[in-house]
């Protein structure tokens, strides 16, 4: 990775888009430390410490710490993700969409439009949710019209503001610029975190406890970031074999090829999608203004729901909520992997192009065949998510380490960004070459 980056600065046009691309997120972590006018900065630290829930922990790390403290950039990209998921889901339901999508540039282009008018709408409809749900209960100054309003415009700007900076990463600078800017968020609270770390386990011990302490961390932490990349980086390639034809005077044809599946097709979605439906409930009682009676029978629901409170040895009883987590991590993995990849249509399009799996009849035999390897790999992956995902659950439960602002998620999106981003690099610096070979 050093490589790279060293050979990319040393190519003038590569490194005046890797400086670009670095300025811009200058620019971000600049709103992120923005105060909201009219806004109690420190009402969510507050709230989060009070109430002993994680429903936001994900959204706080994706945000750079924004979110809890209320910066102009509160929500950060995370109403064009959400718009971004909408979109490829609507673009398998809708065929009018589908259509657009393989019209080719022009389509995607135009559904690029309509992702950044439904960001600004997502925006819009948090940003009120937030100002007037939390705004009477101290998130707001004053709980007025006009401050309400204040709130309200400056949440949903920052959010279109970030997703303009995003796409002026991607035309300008190295990479999808909409991923750098939620990795350069994750990344920023890791010190934040290494202290938590340092003060839990190494603070106030002797040198040869916290040694050993920071050796094993270190060592826990570069044996899952192995694991993401091997997660990542792993596919099943199924060998296509297409058969020769005449065309003309000429034999063409009767190359092989192989169709790469990836193990972790759905990527960081299922985890999301996850996370997002065991946080719903607590979301709507803090919405709602409700305290929480733990004592209770739906107390109890919620407290199993949330993951700060698994692999608490005083409660072993809530675990029961991660059995929930696993199971809708492999159902979300599935789901997602069904609308994303139709194994009938990829047969169908072998078949047309004179391709075929070695030793499967073309047709609905190859769509079979592709069908049960999938089901194969995809469990595969969503058990590698779910080891990735539960970690740091477990140390934070066991160890009674204060919450984290990243874990197995935001491992996976940095992973899987620091090599998407490597491969522009190296592909920005590969056109650089051939260009040069051919003005010579």
């Not at 004053?142 to 990463?169: D, H, K, P, Q």
């Amino acid at each position: 990775m050093l490589k790279t980056l060293r050979n990319a600065f040393k190519i003038k046009d590569v490194r005046k888009k890797l400086i670009y691309t670095f300025l811009m997120l200058v620019v971000t972590r600049i709103g992120s430390q923005l105060p909201i006018p009219g806004v109690e900065t420190s009402f969510f630290k507050d709230f989060f410490a009070q109430n002993n829930n994680d429903a936001f922990g994900f959204f706080n790390a994706v945000t750079g710490s924004s979110f809890t403290n209320m910066s102009v950039f509160a929500l950060s990209i995370t109403p064009y993700i959400t718009s971004s998921i909408i979109m490829q889901l609507l673009t398998i339901a809708i065929p009018k969409l589908e259509e657009m999508q393989q019209d080719g540039e022009d389509g995607r282009k135009k559904i690029a439009e309509y992702t950044r008018y439904v960001t600004v709408a997502l925006a819009l409809i948090e940003s009120i949710a937030m100002a007037m749900g939390f705004g009477g209960q101290g998130l707001l100054r004053e709980y007025n019209a006009l401050s309400v309003i204040i709130a309200v415009v400056t949440m949903t700007a920052g959010s279109a503001l970030l997703m303009w900076i995003g796409e002026r990463i991607t035309e300008n600078g190295v990479g999808n610029g909409i991923s750098i800017v939620l990795l350069f968020n994750i990344i920023s609270s890791f010190p934040s975190d290494a202290s938590t770390l340092y003060t839990r386990f190494m603070s106030g011990k002797s040198v040869a406890v916290a040694a050993v302490a920071a050796i094993i961390i270190i060592a826990v932490i570069v044996a899952i970031v192995v694991f993401v990349i091997i997660l990542q980086d792993g596919e099943r390639r199924i060998p296509v074999q297409y058969s020769k034809k005449m065309q003309g005077r000429k034999m063409v044809g009767g190359q092989a090829t192989n169709i790469p599946l990836k193990v972790n097709t759905a990527g960081v979605i299922p985890v999301i999608f996850a996370s997002s439906i065991m946080s719903f409930p607590v979301v709507i009682s803090q919405f709602m203004g409700s305290r929480i009676n733990y004592e209770s029978i739906g107390g109890h629901i919620l407290a199993a729901l949330s993951s700060s409170n698994w692999f608490k040895p005083e409660r072993p009883a809530y675990t029961i909520g991660l059995v929930v987590y696993i199971a809708l991590i492999i159902v979300f993995a599935y789901f997602y992997t069904s609308i994303t990849f139709n194994p009938l249509e990829v047969a169908n399009n072998m078949k047309k192009s004179g391709g075929f799996i070695p030793g499967i009849r073309p047709g609905k035999p190859t769509s079979d065949y592709l069908n049960s390897i999938l089901n194969y790999i995809v469990f595969i992956g969503a058990c590698g998510l779910t080891i990735v995902c539960i970690i740091p659950i477990m140390v934070s439960g066991l160890f009674s380490v204060s919450r984290l602002s990243f874990g197995g998620t935001s491992l996976i999106i940095i992973v899987s960004v620091v090599l998407e981003t490597l491969k522009a690099i190296e592909s920005q610096m590969l056109v650089r070459y051939y260009k040069g070979f051919l003005n010579d």
